[in-house]
């Protein structure tokens, strides 16, 4: 089985994956947790972001995302923007937002995953299975109007392209054009889709490529005032930048899954995976606030001609076993990875304190064209070199040992300047064991646990701080699953989780570089629920306790994380009416309710962004027609609730604000 993450969902219920183990595996048979949030959900919540999506999972909370322009998810305490915890297909990517339109599903995989997927967190990893071609013809056209202003318009086509059937295509498009809810800004994406796909007898080959083009706000939300330990008293929706702050890209995905069937129960396994991000952005950022007067000190910024590519390489041999009687899933891999950072022209003008959070008047800080040699040619590159192996075990019908290692050369450079200077270069190898074993009670209930570690190299390109020493992790845990046929999906996990040589940012000088903290400890606590609760009525729920500290370091030394929230929980729930409205082939309704618990603002934890829950309905209503016509309205925050979803993590002066009340109304044809 390739890693592109076969899954098998039934409605809200997950039952199976390949993503945890490289091979399809009940979920029930594997030794940690895996939440999946299937394509019926993301359609019933009109999940448009990867945020929306894990919004669903618990212990999941939002890092810092580079001003609302990257994925940054915080996975049991751990995570941060651009830390390779996001895999599409099971390969590792360079696009800064991962979902897209096309996402079918997302997998989040608790714990340590790097025996088998490399350089990760101990909090886990998500991937984002794409949608594949079909060999049975069909479509859709869709098109989206929001209460914020504008919309979006796209379709979707599959079919055969050949009557055997064996060789199939999907299109998929979208143009997005929409206004910021703030009091300025705008959102534009265009997005084309196509792959292909070959199903031999024993060969399946699917090659599909992305392409995005997207001008969206660079926004670094609102600041805190630590005299109060609250937002200031502004409309949330009044911005402290410019109407310039906008960062513009293009993205290109490229992907080739190669599976054969080689006989005896043995399939090989091929991946490849391209992609790059090419951006530049313009920014007044803001630097100091005066409390007392409202004044914010700011200064021009600009990043330019940026581009991050990545390739990614991995050959997977599966095979099903007997040995001495015993049943033996095995796995024997090879991968390779490398990503290559470069950020050219760093632009950088002087400070400028004339700007009233309370009086605002924007034009008076004009956009910088200063090239900062200093700043400029920022490079980071990776490369790492891994072979890696897992067998599970079957001992009987009921216990289940699972066990791998994974041996990884990882060579790093890191630097920046004109001339350039280089601040970290460091190779070496590490080995990454994992082990875990499943007791199966009932068919229906097991009982597992698992040890694994994790390995991170890191590096800086600030010339303050030089070679870092790679993070290492160790995690332990435990927990009950219970699968019920076409029901209920549940599991209950305990664990503890303990990293050293953690890194964090700081400001030094003006610069804002790397450091390592120590040690740091989470431990938690979590429930997920998914499926069906009867036959018309949806269920997806969560709750994670999540405690983290700073366990060893002079300066931290038990502090919590930034962004970390001790408590999450969400409940959503869909009816499904069937054909009980006239003139409807389907009807359904449904809500739920996301929280997230207060949470430090900063490393240092000088102020708390404030606990929040956010209520959400919608109602879909299909018409009977040769052609199905599917409305579908979606009320987002319906209270209109001002909270925050995450901080900049090094100071009071970002905090992202979440979305206020939004009416989004889409329709689609079938065909």
């Keep these: 089985m390739s890693g592109a993450g076969e899954t098998d969902v039934d409605g809200y219920q997950p039952v199976s994956t390949s993503i945890a183990t490289r091979t399809d595996t009940p979920l029930i048979d594997v030794p940690q947790v895996v939440n999946i949030v299937g394509s019926q959900v ?51 990517i360079a696009t800064p937002r991962s979902f897209n339109i096309t996402a079918d599903h997302v997998e989040v995989v608790k714990g340590p995953a790097s025996t088998l997927y490399g350089i990760l967190d101990p909090g886990g990893m998500i991937n984002i299975v794409t949608k594949k071609p079909e060999a049975e013809f ?84 609102t600041i805190f005032d630590l005299t109060t330990g609250k937002a200031v008293n502004v409309d949330p929706e009044t911005r402290f930048d410019e109407p310039y702050n906008v960062t513009k890209g293009k993205t290109d995905t490229a992907q080739i899954e190669i599976n054969q069937d080689i006989g005896d129960n043995w399939q090989l396994g091929f991946d490849y995976s391209f992609s790059r991000n090419q951006y530049a952005d313009n920014q007044a950022r803001v630097r100091s606030y005066n409390a007392a007067t409202g004044v914010v000190t700011r200064r021009a910024d600009a990043t330019q001609e940026s581009t991050l ?10 095979g099903d076993v007997d040995i001495a009687g015993f049943k033996n899933e095995v796995l024997f891999g090879a991968s390779f990875d490398h990503s290559d950072t470069l950020r050219t022209d760093m632009i950088r003008c002087s400070n400028d304190s004339n700007f009233n959070v309370y ?52 060579d790093i450079l890191a630097g920046k300047g004109r001339p350039f200077v280089t601040n970290t270069e460091r190779h070496g190898q ?53 699968q019920i046929a076409h029901g209920l999906t549940s599991n209950i996990a305990v664990y503890t989780s303990d990293k050293n040589n953690v890194s964090y940012s700081e400001e030094v000088g003006g610069e804002t570089v790397v450091k390592a903290a120590g040690s740091v400890r989470s431990r938690g606590f979590e429930v997920d629920i998914a499926g069906a609760l009867t036959d018309n009525l949806d269920v997806i729920a969560s709750y994670g306790l999540t405690d983290t500290r700073v366990t060893d370091d002079p300066e931290l030394k038990g502090k919590r994380l930034a962004n970390v929230a001790r408590h999450t929980g969400s409940l959503f729930l869909a009816y499904d009416f069937g054909n009980a409205v006239p003139g409807a082939s389907s009807f359904r309704a449904g809500g739920g309710v996301r929280a997230v618990g207060k949470r430090p603002g900063t490393n240092t934890n000088t102020y708390d962004l404030p606990g929040y829950a956010v209520t959400d309905l919608f109602a879909s209503y299909t018409i009977d027609a040769d052609n199905p016509v599917t409305f579908q309205l979606n009320l987002k925050n319906i209270f209109d609730k001002v909270y925050y979803t995450s901080s900049i993590g090094t100071n009071n002066l970002g905090n992202q604000i979440g979305e206020p009340f939004q009416a989004v109304l889409s329709a689609s044809v079938a065909f």
């Design 138 to 221: 069909s479509g859709e056209v869709n098109s989206s109007m929001t209460s914020f202003g504008g919309g979006s318009a796209g379709f979707d086509v599959t079919g055969a392209l050949v009557e055997s059937g064996a060789l199939s295509f999907r299109l998929l498009g979208d143009y997005e054009k929409t206004d910021y809810w703030r009091n300025f800004g705008e959102t534009e994406r265009q997005q084309i889709a196509p792959s292909l796909r070959w199903e031999g007898d024993s060969t399946d080959v699917t090659l599909s490529y992305f392409h995005e083009k997207y001008s969206v706000p660079f926004d670094r939300g």
């Design 309 to 318: 590519t990545k390739h990614a390489v991995r050959t997977d041999l599966t």
């Design 359 to 410: 009086s605002p008047v924007y034009g008076n800080l004009a956009e910088c064209t200063s090239v900062s040699a200093k700043d400029s040619d920022q490079t980071e590159k990776l490369s790492t070199v891994s072979t890696y192996a897992q067998d599970s075990l079957h001992l009987n019908d009921q216990w289940i040992l699972v066990g791998g290692m994974r041996v990884e050369y990882y």
């Design 430 to 482: 590490e080995l990454i064991p994992n082990g875990g074993v499943v007791y199966k009670a009932t068919p229906e209930i097991s009982i597992y646990s698992n040890v694994a570690k994790t390995f991170r190299p890191q590096s800086s390109i600030g010339s303050y701080v030089g070679n870092i020493a790679p993070e290492e992790g160790i995690s332990y845990e435990v927990g009950t699953k219970i």
């Design 42 to 92: 993301i359609k019933d919540q009109n999940a448009r972001s990867l945020d929306d999506v894990l919004g669903n999972i618990s212990g999941v909370t939002q890092a810092n995302n580079l001003g609302a322009t990257q994925d940054a998810i915080i996975r049991r305490g751990f995570g941060a923007n651009r830390d390779d915890s996001i895999l599409v297909n099971g390969m590792k």
